[in-house]
């Protein structure tokens, strides 16, 4: 049984220790060799996907990087799996796109917005997963 000073020391010298790697692991995270997120190549194409993402409510039923609904297919790596000239098709039908029996919205979008999407898609699928599935959502899973 430790003494009351001792126990105040033990506490203390812990706390410091615990900062003192807190302090380090995050120092270490933020050094340029480490980053991961693919900032560097953000462009105004890439923007305005993001913005079009956002203004659809894109979120509503897809996944991106682990954030949104599980309705409808993941789409972290969509380029990957699908191809350029397939994600196109589907953002630039004018008929709603039923896959599976689900239901999306048929946007129509032109090809200047459809690429900015696309550039987008590209741009989420070349940050680093440190090592996580490619494909993130649960309910993707069983159809690989």
């Known amino acids: 049984m430790l003494s009351k000073s001792q126990a ?9 220790v615990t900062f003192l ?10 050094m340029p060799k480490n980053d991961q997120t693919n900032y560097g190549k953000i462009d105004a ?5 993001k ?8 979120m509503g039923c897809h996944t991106i990087l682990g954030e949104g ?10 380029i990957d799996r699908r191809g350029d000239a397939y994600v196109k098709a ?7 796109w039923q896959p599976r029996g689900r239901k999306m919205v048929a946007y129509a979008m ?4 459809a690429e900015a999407v696309i550039a987008y898609f590209k741009w989420i699928g070349k940050i680093d997963l440190n090592g996580f599935d490619r494909i993130v959502s649960p309910l993707a899973k069983d159809k690989q």
Request: proline share 4%; net charge negative; hydrophobic share 40%.
């Open 21 to 30: 790697v807190f302090i380090g692991l995050t120092i270490y995270s933020f």
């Open 110 to 113: 032109s090809d200047e917005e």
């Open 8 to 16: 105040r020391a033990f506490f203390l010298g812990g706390t410091v």
């Open 45 to 49: 194409q890439v923007v305005k996907g």
């Open 51 to 58: 913005e079009i993402w956002e203004s659809n409510n894109c």
């Open 69 to 78: 609904a599980y309705y409808a297919p993941e789409l972290t790596k969509v």
């Open 90 to 96: 589907v953002l630039m039908s004018k008929e709603p």
